[in-house]
């Protein structure tokens, strides 16, 4: 008798304990924390390197008399007085600008760049024809060179943001230091060449230029920004420039009494670029 009624203690008691440790205050987890996600914005000042392909476009030169000099008789009457020239090569530089995004996220975009870029566009093209048929083997020979040592711009940009995504229309000055030469020589059969006319520049043109491109902002997060504080920035762009036309002088190149000025070759400096850019982008986001 004395057992079960110790048994039936002890199961009141373990009952009676669980009811009060039911009745005691729960500790619960703390309700999360929302921290909004900071939009990202343009806005601010960048700077970056660039490289890419550049291109003239499809020119002819024509090389004409002036001051009735005869001229036309070496030059246009047998065909040398034409030449079609194309130039092509690799540019690389840097840029540098700033933009204003009116709306964080998604929105338009405004900003100014200068950049500019080595280029290494050159072409020498000679086109010959005889003098007199083919007898006597005289042979006239116009030759014409055209280079792009540099091209510079100063432009405006104006784009729409996708939030990291940039696409974006740009336009503005150009200059770019251009060299042009050209020159005509006569040549016959065991008689040292001659040099007939030649003349040339080397100076600073200015122009415009016009194209767009698209551009992504790197998260803060990725391995290649390794400024977690700002952006780094990826474009591709098309840049159309166009540095004008000129004439170049070509003058009596040797000792027979002649105008002093004989004929005038016309060049014209126009073509384009396709570039990829890396930009660091100051700021604290």
Same mark, same amino acid.
């Given at each position: 008798?004395?057992?079960? !009624?110790?048994?039936?203690?002890?199961?009141?008691?373990?009952?009676?304990?669980? @009811?009060? @440790?039911?009745?005691?205050?729960?500790?619960?987890?703390?309700?999360?924390?929302?921290?909004?996600?900071?939009?990202?914005?343009?806005?601010?000042?960048?700077? #970056?390197?660039?490289?890419?392909?550049?291109?003239?476009?499809?020119?002819?030169?024509?090389?004409?008399?002036?001051?009735?000099? #005869?001229?036309?008789?070496?030059?246009?009457?047998?065909?040398?007085?034409?030449?079609?020239?194309?130039?092509?090569?690799?540019?690389?530089?840097?840029?540098?600008?700033?933009?204003?995004? !009116?709306?964080?996220?998604?929105?338009?975009?405004?900003?100014?760049?200068?950049?500019?870029?080595?280029?290494?566009?050159?072409?020498?093209?000679?086109?010959?024809?005889?003098?007199?048929?083919?007898?006597?083997?005289?042979?006239?020979?116009?030759?014409?060179?055209?280079?792009?040592?540099?091209?510079?711009?100063?432009?405006?940009?104006?784009?729409?943001?996708?939030?990291?995504?940039?696409?974006?229309?740009?336009?503005?000055?150009?200059?770019?230091?251009?060299?042009?030469?050209?020159?005509?020589?006569?040549?016959?059969?065991?008689?040292?060449?001659?040099?007939?006319?030649?003349?040339?520049?080397?100076?600073?043109?200015?122009?415009?230029?016009?194209?767009?491109?698209?551009?992504?902002?790197?998260?803060?997060?990725?391995?290649?920004?390794?400024?977690?504080?700002?952006?780094?920035?990826?474009?591709?762009?098309? !840049?159309?420039?166009?540095?004008?036309?000129?004439?170049?002088?070509?003058?009596?190149?040797?000792?027979?009494?002649?105008?002093?000025?004989?004929?005038?070759?016309?060049?014209?400096?126009?073509?384009?670029?396709?570039?990829?850019?890396?930009?660091?982008?100051? #700021?604290?986001?």
């Amino acid at each position: 008798m004395y057992k079960i !009624l110790l048994g039936f203690g002890t199961v009141f008691g373990l009952m009676t304990g669980a @009811a009060s @440790a039911a009745d005691l205050p729960r500790r619960s987890a703390p309700p999360p924390v929302f921290v909004p996600v900071q939009p990202f914005t343009w806005t601010g000042f960048y700077a #970056g390197i660039q490289a890419g392909y550049a291109f003239s476009d499809q020119q002819t030169i024509r090389t004409t008399e002036v001051n009735g000099s #005869g001229v036309d008789l070496f030059i246009s009457r047998i065909g040398t007085g034409s030449l079609s020239s194309r130039q092509q090569g690799f540019a690389v530089g840097g840029q540098a600008g700033y933009n204003y995004q !009116l709306t964080p996220g998604s929105g338009l975009v405004f900003g100014v760049e200068t950049d500019i870029a080595y280029t290494d566009l050159d072409k020498t093209r000679r086109v010959s024809g005889p003098l007199f048929g083919g007898a006597g083997g005289s042979l006239i020979t116009n030759t014409t060179r055209q280079s792009l040592d540099f091209l510079g711009t100063v432009r405006g940009r104006l784009g729409y943001a996708f939030d990291r995504v940039l696409v974006y229309g740009t336009g503005g000055f150009a200059y770019g230091n251009v060299r042009t030469e050209s020159s005509t020589t006569f040549q016959v059969a065991a008689i040292p060449t001659l040099d007939l006319y030649a003349g040339g520049i080397d100076r600073l043109e200015t122009g415009f230029a016009y194209g767009g491109g698209i551009e992504y902002a790197l998260p803060t997060e990725s391995f290649l920004n390794v400024f977690r504080s700002s952006a780094v920035t990826l474009k591709v762009e098309y !840049l159309h420039y166009d540095l004008n036309k000129r004439n170049v002088s070509l003058v009596n190149a040797n000792a027979f009494p002649r105008p002093t000025v004989d004929a005038v070759s016309r060049f014209r400096s126009e073509g384009s670029v396709v570039r990829v850019g890396l930009n660091y982008k100051f #700021g604290t986001y």
